[in-house]
């Protein structure tokens, strides 16, 4: 049985009909990765594909976000 994904709406990405998240990858990159979204309640969606259970995602930014830019955590 495969694990639920839920995420902050606010961490998602429109962009025409398709729906992205920023997650963190290596070397604490910047990627945009499209997901294939759920169910939408009041402050959290369900992602169906495109995030696993443990990858980090960028929730907001101070700054502009574009593949392969450096991030810091906080």
Do not use: F, H
């Not at 729906?19 to 604490?28: F, L, S």
């Not at 907001?60 to 450096?70: E, F, I, K, P, S």
């Amino acid at each position: 049985q495969k694990k639920s994904v839920s995420v902050d709406r606010k961490a998602l990405i429109k962009r025409g009909q398709l729906t992205g998240i920023w997650v963190v990858a290596n070397q604490k990159q910047a990627l945009l990765r499209w997901v294939r979204v759920g169910i939408l309640n009041d402050d959290q969606a369900e992602i169906l594909s495109g995030l696993s259970v443990g990858d980090s995602y960028v929730l907001n930014a101070t700054g502009r976000l574009y593949d392969g830019v450096q991030v810091e955590l906080n």
